[in-house]
C-alpha cells in the first residue's frame, strides 16, 4: 500500500506528547479496554521515536502501539527499539499501512499541510474505525490542543496547559489545529472561547496565592458559567485541560 502524505520535519523532544499521552490513557481507556486487540497507532513520530516509546509505556502492555512514518529513514532508525508484538515501528502514512487501530495519535503533523489538506486526511485515519486524537504542541509540551476525530468528523476540542509556566490562556491559541488556527478571528467561535477563558483568567488572579490550579479551575468554571459547554470534572481542569464539544466551534460559514 503506496503511503499517503508527504515528509514533515519531525523535530520533537522528550515529554513532548505527556499530557495528551495521559490524555487518551484515562479518556479513551474504556475505549481502548473494549477492544479485543487494543492498537493505537502513533502517525509521524518524527527523527526519534522517543515518543512513541513514551506512549508505549504510559498506555501499558495490554495495548499495542504501532510508530508510522512516512520517510523511510526515520523508519530505520526507529526499528532497533522494535519490541513485537507490544512494539513496532513501520513505514506509512494517513493511510495507516492498511492497519485497523483502536485509536490513532497524530501530533504536529497536520500542522505543516495545507487546511484543504485536513479532510481528507481525518477521513483516512478513521475509515476503518479509528477514534483520532489529532493536534499540535510546543516544543517542549507545555501549550497543546487537540481534538478528537471519529468517521471523518471532529467531536471534541481540548486545550491545556503547563499551569506552572502559563502567562495566559491566549498563548493557547499559537498551537491551536491546524483546522481551527485560521478561525481565530474575531467573529469566530473559538476566538470567543480564547478570549472568554482569558478574561475568566485575569479575574482569577487573587486566587494565585493558592496556586495555579485554583486559578486555573475559576477561570474553566466562569467559561463554564459564561454559556459554554465545557466538558469533564475538575479533576481534569486541575491537569490544565478545558474540554468542549467540537460543534460549539462550528458556524454556517465554517
Known amino acids: 500500500m503506496r503511503p499517503f502524505g508527504a515528509v514533515t520535519r519531525g523535530t520533537t523532544n522528550p515529554n513532548r506528547l505527556r499530557?495528551?499521552?495521559?490524555?487518551?490513557?484515562?479518556?479513551?481507556?474504556?475505549?481502548?479496554?473494549?477492544?479485543?486487540?487494543?492498537?493505537?497507532?502513533?502517525?509521524?513520530?518524527?527523527?526519534?521515536?522517543?515518543?512513541?516509546?513514551?506512549?508505549?509505556?504510559?498506555?501499558?502492555?495490554?495495548?499495542?502501539?504501532?510508530?508510522?512514518?512516512?520517510?523511510?529513514?526515520?523508519?530505520?532508525?526507529?526499528?532497533?527499539?522494535?519490541?513485537?508484538?507490544?512494539l513496532t515501528f513501520r513505514r506509512g502514512g494517513f493511510e495507516l499501512a492498511g492497519l485497523a487501530p483502536t485509536v490513532v495519535r497524530a501530533f504536529n503533523v497536520l500542522r505543516q499541510y495545507d487546511l484543504d489538506a485536513v479532510p481528507a486526511a481525518w477521513a483516512a485515519m478513521t475509515a476503518t474505525g479509528a477514534v483520532l486524537v489529532e493536534g499540535t504542541c510546543d516544543e517542549l509540551g507545555r501549550l497543546a490542543s487537540w481534538v478528537t476525530v471519529s468517521a471523518g468528523v471532529?467531536?471534541?476540542?481540548?486545550?491545556?496547559?503547563?499551569?506552572?509556566?502559563?502567562?495566559?490562556?491566549?498563548?493557547?491559541?499559537?498551537?491551536?489545529?491546524?483546522?481551527?488556527?485560521?478561525?481565530?478571528?474575531?467573529?469566530?467561535?473559538?476566538?470567543?472561547?480564547?478570549?472568554?477563558?482569558?478574561?475568566?483568567?485575569?479575574?482569577?488572579?487573587?486566587?494565585?496565592?493558592?496556586?495555579?490550579?485554583?486559578?486555573?479551575r475559576r477561570a474553566v468554571e466562569a467559561t463554564r458559567d459564561a454559556g459554554w459547554p465545557v466538558l469533564d470534572r475538575p479533576a481534569r481542569w486541575r491537569l490544565g485541560e478545558l474540554t468542549v464539544p467540537y460543534s460549539c466551534l462550528v458556524t454556517d460559514g465554517s
Open 19 to 86: 499530557r495528551v499521552d495521559n490524555w487518551i490513557a484515562v479518556t479513551l481507556g474504556a475505549v481502548l479496554a473494549r477492544a479485543e486487540a487494543p492498537l493505537v497507532v502513533d502517525l509521524g513520530y518524527g527523527a526519534s521515536p522517543v515518543t512513541t516509546l513514551e506512549l508505549h509505556r504510559r498506555l501499558g502492555s495490554s495495548v499495542s502501539v504501532v510508530g508510522l512514518e512516512i520517510d523511510p529513514a526515520r523508519v530505520a532508525v526507529a526499528q532497533p527499539f522494535d519490541d513485537p508484538p507490544g
Open 154 to 216: 471532529p467531536r471534541t476540542l481540548t486545550l491545556a496547559s503547563r499551569l506552572s509556566t502559563l502567562d495566559t490562556p491566549a498563548t493557547l491559541a499559537e498551537r491551536l489545529p491546524k483546522c481551527l488556527i485560521h478561525h481565530n478571528v474575531p467573529g469566530q467561535p473559538i476566538h470567543a472561547l480564547l478570549s472568554t477563558l482569558d478574561t475568566a483568567w485575569r479575574d482569577a488572579a487573587p486566587l494565585s496565592v493558592f496556586g495555579p490550579r485554583q486559578r486555573w
